[in-house]
């Protein structure tokens, strides 16, 4: 009788260790008992007491059942917290709390379970120069600076820039010294997500070239955009909206000022694991006459030195269909440099 009370109290215990444990059924018929950790680049680890941490493939689940809630993130946007429960094949369902049939989920939507707390938002970004000089029969010598940051947050995100450059070259003949190059220019935008993909924005720049005799140029505007791809290999999104273009020319009395669209895309891809590429292109065309319009676009390789340094070549062109006077339209700018990222 004795042993009998002994085998009927393990039993229970059994049972309860059991009932009180998170499962894991796999499509070759493997079961899996212990606690669900997390589930994370689709692989779900599992505390087993047995076998300590054991990681399973997404792939390879058929369902799963949890005997304490579980903080489920879905491909929409939706987060689950609750007990889950055994359901269909390639599914699983949650307890709704009522006495309605629990609710059903493919386990393809799943993108994470109790996923480690995300990094708090930092700055992040690079600066880079380049000099160079001749002497002899030609004697030039011309430098550049960039720098660009970038703050990006759950719910928006902040990007900031400037670039500078400046060159002369002496005659050989007079011994005077020209002016070949002297501009600079800054930017900035902030973006607020009102979704995972869908923001709102606003932005600025200031740019000075004395070779196209410009005073300065202002841009003020503001829109909405759209985040086609966002990963650490690949980003790539597009904008529209208006602009406040102002402009004035240093042999030109009168400035222009007028409303304008203004219509984006910013892309970066890493191509390898040394070579990055980075392009953005904005257009402004004024909304009385569209022919009249300021296109800016960056192209940028940089190939990576050690895991903080980079060399690079960038090319800025520039398009303004009214340029200052005996002045042309194109302006081409050409940027080697080094620099590191931070």
């Keep these: 009788m004795v042993r009998l009370v002994h085998l009927t109290l393990l039993g229970v215990i059994l049972l309860a260790a059991s009932a009180s444990a998170d499962e894991v059924y796999m499509k070759n018929g493997d079961r899996f008992t212990g606690t669900i950790v997390k589930l994370t680049d689709g692989k779900l680890v599992l505390k087993s007491d047995a076998a300590g941490d054991v990681t399973l493939s997404q792939a390879d689940i058929q369902g799963f059942s949890s005997a304490a809630p579980l903080k489920i993130h879905l491909k929409d946007g939706t987060v689950l917290s609750q007990n889950v429960q055994?359901?269909?094949?390639?599914?699983?369902?949650?307890?709704?709390?009522?006495?309605?049939?629990?609710?059903?989920?493919?386990?393809?939507?799943?993108?994470?379970?109790?996923?480690?707390?995300k990094p708090a938002p930092k700055w992040t970004g690079s600066v880079s120069a380049?000099?160079?000089?001749?002497?002899?029969?030609?004697?030039?010598?011309?430098?550049?600076?960039?720098?660009?940051?970038?703050?990006?947050?759950?719910?928006?995100r902040t990007t900031a820039g400037a670039d500078y450059a400046k060159g002369k070259q002496e005659d050989p003949d007079t011994g005077d010294e020209k002016t070949t190059e002297d501009w600079w220019r800054g930017k900035a935008q902030y973006d607020y997500?009102?979704?995972?993909?869908?923001?709102?924005?606003?932005?600025?720049?200031?740019?000075?070239?004395?070779?196209?005799?410009l005073d300065r140029r202002v841009v003020v505007g503001g829109g909405a955009g759209y985040q086609w791809i966002e990963s650490a290999k690949t980003n790539f999104s597009t904008a529209a909206g208006l602009a406040s273009l102002y402009e004035k020319f240093d042999n030109q009395t009168d400035s222009n000022?007028?409303?304008s669209a203004q219509a984006s895309y910013n892309f970066d891809h890493q191509v390898n694991k040394n070579v990055k590429f980075l392009h953005d292109l904005t257009y402004y065309p004024a909304l009385d006459k569209i022919s009249d319009y300021y296109l800016t676009t960056t192209?940028?390789?940089?190939?990576?030195?050690?895991?903080?340094m980079f060399a690079n070549f960038k090319v800025i062109f520039n398009y303004d269909a009214t340029p200052a006077n005996n002045r042309s339209s194109t302006?081409?700018?050409?940027?080697?440099?080094?620099?590191?990222?931070?």
């Design 86 to 117: 055994t359901a269909e094949p390639g599914q699983f369902a949650i307890d709704t709390g009522t006495a309605l049939r629990a609710q059903t989920f493919p386990l393809t939507e799943v993108v994470s379970i109790n996923p480690p707390a």
């Design 130 to 156: 380049g000099v160079t000089a001749t002497s002899g029969n030609t004697s030039t010598e011309a430098i550049n600076a960039s720098v660009s940051v970038a703050r990006r947050s759950e719910k928006d």
């Design 193 to 213: 997500f009102f979704s995972k993909k869908f923001f709102g924005f606003i932005n600025g720049s200031y740019e000075k070239d004395s070779i196209a005799e």
């Design 257 to 259: 000022s007028e409303l």
């Design 299 to 308: 192209a940028e390789l940089r190939a990576s030195l050690t895991k903080a």
């Design 331 to 342: 302006d081409i700018k050409y940027i080697f440099g080094v620099g590191m990222t931070f």
